[in-house]
């Protein structure tokens, strides 16, 4: 089975992981700061906090952006459910903002008439997640505008996007966001096994998300409350969590992060590859943007939603291992149960009913994406 999504390790990966396991330290040794300053670096951010996942990363920069029982976040729809369960770990409500029928991000128009209304009602949200799918990213200039306007936060999902930019400015440059998060999850860009981070420009925010990923607590004296007892002293200055990231895991991204470039230059020439052959087919692609360059973490196909179950089979027969991104989020029954149902968001379910994720990653060879194509078009004729 060709997969939708793939791993990409070198030895030299594998050398980064074997010296670490060698080493005096497996976690909290010089690793994770030295990968810090290196996504740091790669993405043109001041601050770079390294966690355990991306779902700790979007729950600390929540934290750290002071989310609380009574705010409310919106997201998209068109997302993981990890971009609207950071909210509820903090007690907070979720709202959704629908999508763009043509770039599957969510729509500025929408959010425009959304923010309109939610003013009249006394509901704004604390803080708004975009999230950049498929590696392309929001229009996060106007969004920005929109954020000084109605005065909410902003918190970039970036788990697809590494490596993508956005006016010239790499994602993560968080010129137009408080926060952006990453994922390092095995079928996202690059990897840490599992593993994500969240960069910042602004230090008090960097410093924050370092006490909420190792259970509140501070080493740096000018943060305590009086005096240290001495010098093996800290303190919890707040609730926090084990959120943090391992020197091993670490080692691996410190690695993957140096195929960064050739990766998305790949990804970007199948994605193109894809859409050349598509012209003819009754298939839609995603829209990229003109001052966009998507890191293409995904290449999805929409298809007439009465044929995308025979197609899906079709393909999944053929062994192309297809899949769907995503379910809209509002449909889960954990956000049925809060009060979501069918029709709330009408494009987001329009577009998961004709959508289909194909292969896209590093390791795919030309040959397999041919067959893939070729696939299609006998599916097509
Ligand atoms: C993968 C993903 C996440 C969660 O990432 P983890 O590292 O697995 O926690 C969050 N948001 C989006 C959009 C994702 O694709």
Redesign the pocket.
């Known amino acids: 089975m060709i997969p939708y999504g793939r791993q990409d390790i070198s030895n030299d990966d594998i050398d980064s992981v074997v010296q670490v396991l060698k080493s005096d330290w497996l976690t909290q040794g010089p690793i994770v700061p030295k990968f810090e300053t290196q996504i740091a670096n790669a993405v043109g951010s001041n601050n770079a906090v390294a966690v355990n996942?991306?779902?700790s990363a979007?729950h600390i920069a929540c934290l750290a952006l002071g989310l609380a029982p009574g705010d409310i976040l919106w997201t998209s729809p068109n997302?993981?459910v990890?971009?609207a369960n950071c909210a509820i770990y903090c007690g907070a409500k979720v709202d959704f903002v629908d999508i763009d029928p043509l770039t599957y991000n969510l729509s500025l128009d929408k959010l425009k008439e959304k923010l309109e209304n939610a003013e009249k009602t006394n509901t704004l949200p604390k803080i708004l997640i975009p999230?950049h799918f498929a590696g392309q990213s929001c229009e996060m200039k106007e969004i920005h505008s929109l954020s000084q306007k109605y005065g909410f936060k902003i918190i970039e999902?970036a788990?697809?996007a590494i490596g993508g930019s956005y006016l010239g400015h790499s994602v993560g440059s968080c010129l137009y966001s408080d926060i952006t998060v990453f994922?390092?999850?095995p079928v996202?860009i690059i990897t840490t096994g599992?593993?994500?981070v969240a960069v910042t420009n602004h230090l008090d925010l960097a410093d924050k998300m370092r006490r909420f990923r190792s259970h509140g607590i501070t080493r740096e004296f000018q943060e305590m409350t009086h005096e240290a007892d001495g010098p093996w002293y800290y303190q919890q200055l707040e609730l926090g969590f084990n959120y943090r990231m391992t020197d091993i895991h670490a080692s691996l991204g410190l690695s993957q992060l140096s195929s960064l470039k050739k990766n998305i230059f790949r990804r970007n020439q199948l994605a193109l590859q894809y859409s050349e052959n598509f012209k003819d087919l009754p298939i839609q692609v995603q829209l990229i943007g003109r001052n966009i360059i998507s890191s293409y973490h995904l290449y999805v196909i929409r298809v007439c939603s009465k044929d995308r179950l025979q197609i899906f089979k079709r393909l999944t027969r053929s062994g192309i291992g297809v899949n769907v991104h995503y379910i809209p989020v509002h449909l889960q029954p954990f956000y049925k149960s809060r009060g979501f149902s069918n029709g709330d968001f009408p494009e987001a379910e329009k577009y998961y009913k004709e959508a289909i994720s194909l292969p896209l990653h590093p390791t795919l060879t030309t040959d397999q994406q041919l067959l893939i194509i070729d696939q299609l078009k006998q599916i097509f004729r």
Request: charge should be negative; aromatic fraction near 10%.
């Open positions: 996942s991306a779902t979007l997302t993981f990890a971009s999230v999902d788990s697809h994922s390092f999850h996202k599992e593993g994500g």
